[in-house]
């Protein structure tokens, strides 16, 4: 896998729903909040984009970084 990705864009926006999702939980650790954060999670794991990755793993570590760029380097395997 190269180091760029073009990831399709409502993939990085459920990416960056994930993120604000887990803010408002860790904000307000309530069922409500633990119950969206969930919800979008299984939406980001169900996303199609998956089917046809090789190394899921890896995908998922650069469309984290992509979709939350203040995210520190992590260096390749």
Do not use: C
């Not at 803010?23 to 909040?33: F, G, K, L, N, V």
């Amino acid at each position: 896998m190269s180091d760029a990705v073009d990831f399709p864009a409502d993939l990085l926006e459920l990416q960056r729903r994930w993120y604000t999702a887990e803010a408002d939980w860790m904000a307000d650790p309530t069922e409500e909040q633990r119950a969206a954060f969930a919800a979008v999670g299984a939406e980001l794991y169900a996303h199609p984009y998956w089917v046809g990755v090789e190394n899921r793993h890896k995908a998922e570590m650069k469309l984290k970084q992509a979709a939350h760029p203040d995210i520190a380097q992590v260096p390749a395997a």
